[in-house]
């Protein structure tokens, strides 16, 4: 039987990327489970797209208020770093670590420069590998119009 701690960790990924912060993805996952834990059972069909599409919703919620919140700074946007195993393994440790922060800073700063809908079908399709299909489903919205901000993310990204 699959449960929320399974998905933990591809849950704090996502929210991590969309937000770059490590403190508000770990935030995001736990109003996730909050939201599950008062969510009745026989309405969930998928645990995985349902807490994929809460977080999500989640993440997209937080960026809108951040946008409203922003400060006006005039220096690029940066987010923090975090290590993570999913780096090629290398004999030096000192090596592995400087690149898993380099490619890891690097990716975030340019998801930064999405729309936030954009970063979400982004990650989902790209990172996480879901189908247009779910993606649409999870998100509320058409294939087409997930398709479209996809196709749009990948033309700004180059």
């Known amino acids: 039987m699959e449960s929320f701690e399974t998905y933990r960790r591809p849950l ?7 937000l770059g912060s490590a403190m508000d993805a770990e935030d995001m ?12 059972p ?15 919703h989640l993440c997209l919620d937080h960026l809108k208020l951040a946008y409203r919140k922003r400060e006006v700074y005039v220096g690029p946007w940066l ?3 975090i290590l993570t195993e999913e780096t090629p393994d290398e004999a030096d440790p000192e090596t592995r670590v400087e690149t898993e922060e380099s490619i890891s800073l690097a990716f975030l700063i340019l998801l930064e420069q999405l729309q936030p809908f954009e970063r ?3 990650l989902l399709r790209e990172v996480f590998a879901y189908e247009f299909a779910e993606i649409a489903s999870m998100l509320g919205k058409s294939e087409a119009a997930c398709r479209r901000s996809f196709s749009r993310a990948r033309l700004h990204l180059r």
Not at 42 to 56: F, K, N, R
């Open 79 to 81: 987010p923090e770093p």
């Open 29 to 40: 996952v736990q109003e996730t489970y909050l939201r599950y834990q008062s969510a009745r």
């Open 42 to 56: 026989e309405t969930i069909h998928s645990l995985q797209a349902y807490l994929t599409s809460i977080i999500v």
């Open 12 to 18: 704090f990924a996502l929210a991590y990327r969309m």
């Open 120 to 122: 979400a079908v982004f």
